[in-house]
Structures are given as structure tokens and as C-alpha cells.
């Protein structure tokens, strides 16, 4: 309900779902905004190195020291329409976070936003991809496939989220960039072949923008998932399970920059700030006003 008691957007119903904390960039209220903050402190089916519920916030005190004006497309961030709901409240039932989420981004989603959630580990963004038309491609960037079925007894454990999200949006809709970790059993899966990894050996091979070329030619709508441990450990060594030979973050800078006018959401998770020198929430930080100064601009340009 609205302040004046109409149904106008979910706004009323979202700020009882979350806390009040903002990112530095984020002037506007939800009714105004176009981009929606928030974030999601859970780290509970982490196998490696937990500490990515501190994320959220640690992106956020990061995100004071950039600038907000962004030289590289010449866009001042404070004048995109940003909001920051804050931080989902904390708990530890995995099944429980991933239908908050799932409720979060439809109410976000119908209102013509577009989500940016900061996570918190990877197994949240099940919730988001519950809400994806099915006119739009997923583009993870993670290390590791992501396609057990299940680990650690668990469905919905951070090791499994690019095969529940095939099971929801069908073969054919993702593709994950940056893949140098697969177990036996996941190459094996019947399955593996309808999701498209790119190795980041073919990145480093061939170039990022080949990828990023048929990407853009193939699909209209996209929603970008974006694993910090995608990423090479020497620009973000604090993640859930390092995995070296990684993308640069220039690739990953690329991505989204040239993909960021067609991206309906986004997510950032597996940062663990227990493991930080400052560096990766930085990096984190610097890669959401890389997404909305980069898409803002375009607009601009194509008015």
C-alpha cells in the first residue's frame, strides 16, 4: 500500500521485509526508484570458508570511497534512481531465505524495478530465478558449475544453484562464464551439456568479447548472477572457495558493461569479508556502479 493507503506498488510491504541500511548512491525512496538494493545475509550451506552474511554490509562501507561520479561513462550515480531497502533478516533455513528472496523479486519485478541483491552465498539466487520470464537468458560468471544435485545433504546448498535454476528455466536459457571447477559426477550428469560453461581457459584463450558478442546477438533480456570467486583470487581473494586461473576483473567489468542495457537484475554473492583486505568489497562496490552508470549511460545515448 502507498502512504496514502492506495495499492500502488509494494513499497509499504518491502520496507516491513527489510532493514533500513543504504548504500552512499542510493538518494531515492523505493516509489521513485528504478534500481532496488538489498541484501541477503545468509552463509548457512557455505562448505569452504563462511563469512559471506557479512557481505551486505561490507559492500556498503566499501561503496563510501568510490566516487559518484563515474569518469568512465561521465554519469553522475546520484542521478540514476537508486534505492536501498536494506538487509533481509537473518536466518539459517535455507529453503526459508530462498522463498524470501523468490518474494522480494517478484514485488520488485512487477513494479518495473530492477533488483540488485547482494548476497550472502550463491544458493539465493534460486529465489530470484523463480521470477525470470521466459523470454530472459541467465549469465552466471562462477568457477565452479554449480551442478550437484545435491551436497552436503542439502538441494539448495550453494553448490547446486545452476542446477536448480536449469530445472526452473529449462535448457537452453544459461550460460556460465568463467567454469574451472567441475566435479566427476557433475560432468557426467546427463544434464551438463544443457547449460553452456565457457571455460575461463577459452577466455583467456580467445577474449572476452567473443562471448559477450553472441550473447548480446542471441538473447534480448538478461539476468546476470555474478559469483565473486568467477573472478581470479588475485583481484578477489576474499571468497567462499578460491579457485584459481580465474577471469580478470576487466572480463568481468566487460560483461557488464556491455550487457547491462538488456539486464532486467542482478545479483553479487560469495564475498567473504572475514578473508578481505578491502579489495574484493571494493571491487563488489565498483561492479554495481559499473552495471547502473553503464546502462544509464546507453539510455542516454539511445533516447
Do not use: W
Not at 163 to 173: D, F, H, M, Y
Not at 186 to 193: A, C, T
Not at 254 to 263: A, G, N
Amino acid at each position: 500500500m502507498g502512504n496514502n493507503g492506495d495499492a500502488k506498488d509494494h513499497a509499504s510491504e518491502l520496507r516491513d521485509l527489510l532493514s533500513l541500511k543504504k548504500i552512499a548512491d542510493a538518494k531515492y525512496e523505493y516509489e521513485e526508484s528504478d534500481y532496488v538494493i538489498f541484501g541477503v545475509p545468509f552463509d548457512n550451506t557455505s562448505s569452504y570458508r563462511r563469512g559471506s552474511k557479512y557481505a551486505p554490509d561490507s559492500i556498503r562501507s566499501a561503496y563510501v570511497n568510490l566516487e559518484s561520479f563515474e569518469f568512465s561513462y561521465h554519469f553522475d550515480l546520484l542521478k540514476a534512481k537508486i534505492a536501498d531497502l536494506g538487509d533481509m533478516e537473518e536466518s539459517e533455513d535455507v529453503e526459508y531465505v530462498v522463498d524470501q528472496v523468490e518474494r522480494i523479486t517478484r514485488m520488485i519485478f512487477s513494479d518495473g524495478k530492477i533488483p540488485i541483491m547482494l548476497g550472502g552465498e550463491h544458493s539465493i539466487t534460486v529465489g530470484a530465478v523463480r521470477n525470470l520470464p521466459k523470454d530472459v537468458h541467465m549469465v552466471i560468471i562462477d568457477a565452479h558449475s554449480d551442478f550437484r544435485d545435491s551436497y552436503m545433504g542439502n538441494k539448495f546448498n550453494h553448490a547446486c544453484v545452476t542446477k536448480r535454476s536449469l530445472e526452473i528455466l529449462g535448457p537452453g536459457r544459461i550460460t556460465s562464464i568463467g567454469t574451472r571447477s567441475v566435479s566427476l559426477d557433475e560432468y557426467q550428469d546427463p544434464d551438463f551439456d544443457k547449460v553452456e560453461f565457457i571455460p575461463s581457459f577459452n577466455v583467456k584463450e580467445y577474449g572476452i568479447d567473443r562471448y559477450i558478442n553472441e550473447i548480446e546477438r542471441k538473447y534480448d533480456k538478461i539476468y546476470i548472477s555474478i559469483d565473486m570467486d568467477g573472478i581470479d583470487p588475485a583481484y578477489a581473494p576474499a571468497v567462499g572457495t578460491p579457485e584459481p586461473f580465474g577471469l580478470t576483473d576487466y572480463d568481468v567489468r566487460r560483461i557488464i558493461e556491455r550487457l547491462s542495457h538488456k539486464t532486467i537484475g542482478m545479483d553479487i554473492n560469495e564475498f567473504s569479508p572475514l578473508y578481505d583486505n578491502g579489495n574484493t568489497s571494493m571491487l563488489a562496490g565498483k561492479l554495481m556502479q559499473v552495471f547502473i552508470a553503464s546502462r544509464e549511460r546507453y539510455r542516454i545515448e539511445h533516447i
